[in-house]
């Protein structure tokens, strides 16, 4: 059972009626939005309540099946399209495929909203990176990263933010669990950068669950340390990436 160990959050939910995932995933558009159907939660109920919500969602959208059948576009050594497979494969075969990065910057204050990736993620659960996505086949990357900015963090270019390409490289490593374990993850990966003009508050920003459970600003300096230190709480890029993600943001900050 999903609730199994929260006594008084399985009480809340049977209090409504609910007896499936389908139902308590209904209740919100995200944990906290659902939470008030619950009648409110503490903080340490809330905590939990994020997690129990974000697999109530995967379990009643078919999660794993819908993966398996995502389509991407394989690439060549160039970085172009050669070919249309579906994500199964992909990482069955090794094959190279594009995802993106988003990173959030405020020049004025010199800090980056970054979230912390759901419990349930394969790779990197519960660590803290930027909005990051897959791109989907013939979807343009440009196209993906406003897409995954608007959908893990509720930010759009609507709302003044600059997005514009820093750098793309290439990274490879093994699924370390989940249903493509042991699998190559392959990714020709492209590096965005969103100016806002000023901060967003936290709380007006409705996250994705499925895929960032929290979200909070950094300093630079904190987010510099915790990158070059290999931060556990921390998705770590490889050492190019950092130092390219740094030089940039210094030049934003500057501009």
Avoid at 40 to 55: C, P, S, Y
Avoid at 115 to 129: E, F, I, L, N, Y
Avoid at 180 to 186: I, K, L, R
Wanted: net charge neutral; proline share 3%.
């Amino acid at each position: 059972s999903l609730v199994a160990g929260s006594t008084n959050i399985r009480e809340k939910i049977l209090e409504l009626g609910i007896s499936t995932s389908r139902d308590l995933a209904s209740l919100g558009l995200d944990a906290k939005e659902a939470s008030v159907r619950l009648g409110g939660l503490d903080r340490k109920q809330m905590e939990r309540f994020n997690t129990i919500f974000a697999l109530a969602k995967l379990q009643a959208e078919g999660f794993d099946e819908a993966r398996s059948g995502q389509l991407f576009d394989v690439l060549n050594s160039e970085g172009r399209p050669i070919a249309t497979r579906c994500r199964a494969a992909v990482h069955e075969q090794g094959l190279w495929h594009r995802a993106v990065n988003v990173w959030i910057l405020c020049p004025s204050t010199q800090r980056v909203l970054i979230g912390q990736r759901a419990m349930r993620k394969d790779v990197d659960p519960a660590r803290w990176t930027c909005a990051c996505s897959r791109v989907s086949a013939g979807e343009p990357s440009y196209d993906a990263a406003l897409r995954c900015l608007d959908g893990e963090f509720s930010i759009t270019e609507a709302q003044g933010a600059d997005v514009n390409l820093l750098f793309t490289l290439k990274t490879s490593r093994k699924f370390p669990k989940g249903i493509f374990e042991g699998q190559d993850d392959s990714i020709v990966l492209d590096v965005y950068l969103a100016v806002i003009s000023q901060e967003l508050p936290v709380e007006t920003l409705r996250l994705d669950v499925r895929q960032k459970q929290a979200c909070k600003y950094v300093g630079l300096d904190e987010l510099r340390a915790a990158l070059q230190e290999q931060s556990e709480s921390y998705v770590i890029p490889p050492e190019e990436y950092i130092d390219k993600l740094l030089r940039h943001f210094r030049i934003a900050c500057k501009a």
